[in-house]
């Protein structure tokens, strides 16, 4: 079955970094686009990031758009997200998400939490 198990979250002073990780299996990852989404407390869940199949296109929200950087490795059915540059309104359980359909439905991950504090 699929399953995305995402890890590197943790708590971090403003300005520091975290790289968060989304392993993946149940399919055939190098063909799925894969998103990364976050929600804090009493917000909607957010989209974070996106990058396509293969790793050569990605998109971001502008608020992260020059400190985050989506990555991933095919050979290790593995999606990244390294941010940099924390600050307090990061904070949010992020999770991974698969973009394109398998079987005709899109999978979540578990969620990692990420706190940005002094």
């Known amino acids: 079955q699929v399953q995305l198990v995402e890890s590197g979250g943790g708590l971090v002073q403003p300005g520091g970094s975290l790289r968060l990780s989304c392993a993946a299996s149940g399919f055939t990852f190098s063909t799925i686009a894969m998103r990364w989404y976050r929600q804090a407390p009493g917000n909607e869940r957010e989209l974070v990031a996106t990058i396509s199949s293969d790793g050569d296109s990605t998109d971001y929200v502008d608020s992260v758009k020059g400190r985050f950087t989506i990555s991933r490795d095919n050979a290790k059915n593995t999606v990244y997200l390294q941010m940099n540059s924390l600050k307090f309104e990061d904070t949010a359980v992020y999770y991974c998400?698969?973009?394109?359909?398998?079987?005709?439905?899109?999978?979540w991950g578990q969620g990692t939490q990420v706190t940005v504090s002094s």
């Open positions: 998400r698969t973009w394109g359909l398998i079987r005709g439905r899109r999978y």
